[in-house]
């Protein structure tokens, strides 16, 4: 592991083992809360985003069950036809 810099070296300059081990168990804790904050961020990002996608997904469902049941079939571009017009 490598030392602190000089600054936090400074504020902290352990004299004995138990004021190195609350330094180290400070920064470990540190450490995990920083690790813990960007975890749930992640997590929250990908559950938001997976939502989305599922809304989306069911958006087109509907909207594809509903055009079939107005007898309506996409042809190219945005020109929708009923079904029964068909060429």
Same mark, same amino acid.
């Not at 004299?15 to 960007?38: E, I, R």
């Not at 087109?60 to 309506?72: H, P, S, W, Y």
């Not at 079939?73 to 945005?78: D, Y």
């Given at each position: ?6 600054? +936090? ?9 138990? =004021? #190195? ?5 400070? /920064?470990?804790? $540190? ?6 904050t960007m ?7 990908? +559950? ?9 997904? =069911? #958006? ?5 069950? /509903?055009?079939? $049941? ?18």
């Amino acid at each position: 592991m490598l030392p602190p810099p000089p600054a +936090i070296m400074a504020e902290t300059d352990p004299k004995t083992v138990q =004021d #190195l081990t609350a330094v180290v168990q400070t /920064l470990l804790q $540190q450490m995990q809360d920083k690790f813990q904050t960007m975890s749930d961020q992640i997590i929250g990002r990908n +559950i938001l985003s997976s939502c989305k996608i599922c809304r989306i997904d =069911d #958006l087109e469902k509907n909207i594809a069950d /509903l055009m079939t $049941q107005a007898g309506v079939e996409e042809l190219e571009g945005e020109n929708k036809m009923p079904a029964t017009h068909k060429s």
